[in-house]
Structures are given as structure tokens and as C-alpha cells.
């Protein structure tokens, strides 16, 4: 039976009111879904063969996580990380919110970055920031619940071209729209629209993250 | 069709401007950004309308592959604003749960996430998440949100 507008206003209402006791802001929103593409880089690192440890020393399993709320400098503040570690001792890190430098030598913010272990270490001893030369894989994340504008994918491709196109993913929740989706098919990073963690589109992502981190392991 | 679908949309958002401002702004957006298509693909009425007004001033016709924006029917906005929230509902505890596994997984026994601020220069304070019971929360929430916008959503129709 057809719902008349008071119905459909009212169940639309009280939906608005059941999101609101759990969503507070956007900000915390965007974190949890950035911590959420590390939960899908750490499961593609393992389907790479790869043994993960949560640390924030690099040694010890961590015994809670801290993550940034923006983004930092890798060797500032102990916050927690991926490292994995695969079969002939080649090991790579996974970070949340952490500036890399471009080809151009300005500094970029990877919202997830998959690094060369070396270059992690590199960064924290030598308080110098990673170099994207030895970026695995980045993802850009956009917790868009409607399809992101145009600006997104413009800014993505110029993130990308600084990176190394092939290193980057953008993934967001929204299905992407008539703009953007045609816009980013004509580049070599990867889309992910309608990436929700445990739905088919984060298996492809996770899929797409594996093979990055296996061609590094295969080429060096 | 739904009836009376523009006015529900307008009082959903003024609504959303207020709880979710955010959410409402993306909305918006996607909605007065309209559906892009090429030539080949307007609607007929549409496609008429705007070759009449390229052959009033003789400017040619409209090629298969030009891109034009077509604005969305009253149901697909209403669509688009369903659909926005569902996904919003899925992702958020989705997020949760992804990372409750993690750290079950990974034998974090605290079950607490913190989130800082790198720059000890900076006056927010750290937050923190009980993520065990925030991912239970959550899931509830998609729950009930999903049966109050499922018979709406298919009333609705497909924008895609």
C-alpha cells in the first residue's frame, strides 16, 4: 500500500533521529572511515602473505590504537601502524594521515599509505619525510554518503600525479555520480565508488592493494 | 511516483540542515548538480525542447556525444536523499565493525580507539571509542534505519 507524504515524512524523520545517536560530526566520521581503509590495506597485506603486527613501536604489539585526527609527520608522536612482514624479510608499513613528498618535492597528505619499510625508518630516524618513490600503494579516502563533486576527482588526479598514478586508490561510500565516475575512468588510479568495508567494492580494493604489494615484493 | 515528492524533500532537508547539516549540504549538491548524459541520451521531450532553441538561433544540432545535464524528477531527488541516508547508516557501522575486528583480531585488548591530534601545538582534546559498544550501537541504528526507509525506497523507485 502507497505510504501518503505524512507517512513518508515521519519514517524519513525518524530515521534522521536513529542516525543522529550514533553520528556526531563529520570530522570524527571521516576518521573512522580512514581507520576503516586500514582495516582493508592490513587484510590486503595479508593476502599478499604477509604477517601483520598493530604497533606503535614497530616491535611490540600495540595495546591500544591512537590515530591521527589529521594529517602529521610519520616521525612525530607515537601513533599506531601496520607492519608486515613477508617471507624473505621484506617488510612494509601501513599509516593513517601521514604527509608524503611528491615527485615535485611538496608534501601531500596520504590518508592511508602503504611505505617501504626502509623508507618509514628512513623518515624516523632521519626526521625527513617519506619520498613517494617509495610509496606501495596510497588511498584517498572521502566519506561522502552522496556522490563527491567534481572538485574530488580533480584533486584526486592531481594528488595522483604527484604520487605516482598507479599508487592511488580514491574510494568513498556514495555511489559515484555521471561527473566524477567518467572523469576518473580515463585516469590510471583507481576509483572505488560505493566502498563500504565487508561489501564487494572494499574486496576489490583489497584485491587491487594485494597486487600492488606484490609486484613491490616481486620487483625488489 | 510518489505524491507530493518535491515538498517531502524540502521539508527532509530543512529538517537535515538542522540535525545533519553536512549530510544536507551533499544532498543538495548532488541534487542541483543533476544527472549528467550525453546527447544521445536526453529525454525526448528535453531533447526537443533544447534543439528547438539550437535551430531557432541556427546553431547546429545537438551531436550524440555532447554532454548535457539533465535535472532530476521530484522521485529521483527523493531517491537520492533515501539512498544518501542508507548509505550513511551502512557506512557508519560498517566503520565500526571493521575496526572492531581489527582489533580482535589482532589481540587489542583494550577495545579502545584514539583519535589525536598530531601536533602537540594543537588544544583539541585526544577522543576516544569504546569500539565493541559503539559498533553494537551502530549496527542497531542501520537496523531500524533500513526498515523505516526500505518501503519509502521502494516506492521510490530507481534514479540510477
Known amino acids: 500500500m502507497a505510504l501518503t507524504k505524512g507517512e513518508l515524512i515521519a519514517a524519513i524523520e525518524e530515521a534522521i533521529g ?13 576518521d573512522l572511515y580512514e581507520a576503516a581503509l586500514l582495516t582493508v590495506a592490513t587484510e590486503a597485506a595479508e593476502a599478499a602473505g604477509g604477517d601483520c603486527l598493530i604497533t606503535n613501536d614497530g616491535v611490540s604489539a600495540a595495546s591500544s590504537a591512537v ?14 601502524y601496520v607492519l608486515a612482514s613477508f617471507f624473505g624479510g621484506r617488510q612494509v608499513e601501513i599509516h593513517l594521515g601521514v604527509y608524503v613528498a611528491g615527485k615535485s618535492g611538496v608534501l601531500h597528505e596520504c590518508d592511508v599509505a602503504v611505505l617501504d ?27 561522502y554518503s ?21 599508487k592511488c586508490t580514491l574510494a568513498f561510500p556514495a555511489p559515484g ?10 585516469h590510471p588510479g583507481e576509483c572505488f565508488d560505493e566502498l563500504i568495508p565487508g561489501t564487494p567494492p572494499a574486496d576489490l580494493m583489497c584485491g587491487h592493494i594485494t597486487q600492488k604489494i606484490k609486484n613491490w615484493i616481486n620487483r625488489t | 511516483m510518489v505524491q507530493g515528492s518535491a515538498e517531502v524533500v524540502d521539508e527532509i532537508l530543512r529538517n537535515l540542515d538542522r540535525e545533519l547539516p553536512d549530510i544536507a549540504a551533499q544532498i543538495r549538491e548532488e541534487i542541483a548538480r543533476g544527472r549528467m548524459v550525453k ?20 546553431l547546429g544540432r545537438i551531436g550524440e556525444n555532447e554532454l548535457a545535464e539533465v535535472p532530476y524528477t521530484d522521485d ?12 550513511l547508516a551502512r557506512s557508519l557501522a560498517a566503520n565500526r565493525r ?20 598530531p601536533d602537540e601545538t594543537q588544544t583539541a582534546e585526544p577522543t576516544s571509542l569504546q569500539v565493541e559498544g559503539e559498533t553494537g550501537r551502530a549496527e542497531v541504528m542501520f537496523g531500524r534505519v533500513k526498515g523505516l526507509l526500505g518501503p519509502a525506497r521502494e516506492e521510490v523507485g530507481s534514479w540510477h
Open chain 1, 18 to 30: 536513529a542516525l543522529r545517536t550514533v553520528y556526531t560530526d563529520a570530522a570524527r566520521e571521516a
Open chain 1, 146 to 166: 552522496a556522490s563527491p563533486r567534481l572538485r574530488v576527482g580533480r584533486e584526486f588526479i592531481g594528488l595522483a600525479s604527484e604520487m605516482g598514478p598507479s
Open chain 2, 76 to 87: 529521483e531527488s527523493l531517491a537520492i536523499l533515501c539512498d544518501t541516508l542508507l548509505t
Open chain 1, 67 to 80: 590515530f591521527r585526527t589529521q594529517p602529521g609527520n610519520l616521525y612525530v608522536g607515537n601513533f599506531t
Open chain 2, 39 to 58: 546527447g544521445s541520451k536526453l529525454p525526448e521531450r528535453v531533447r526537443q525542447d533544447r534543439q528547438g532553441a539550437l535551430t531557432a538561433q541556427r
Open chain 2, 98 to 117: 571493521a575496526l572492531l575486528n581489527l582489533l580482535v583480531d589482532h589481540g587489542i585488548q583494550s577495545g579502545h580507539v584514539t583519535f589525536a591530534q
Open chain 1, 177 to 186: 555520480g555521471s561527473n566524477i565516475m567518467p572523469l576518473l575512468a580515463k
Open chain 1, 117 to 143: 619499510q626502509k623508507e618509514a625508518e628512513r623518515s624516523r630516524v632521519g626526521s625527513v619525510h617519506p619520498r613517494s618513490s617509495n610509496l606501495v600503494a596510497a588511498v584517498e579516502a572521502k566519506h
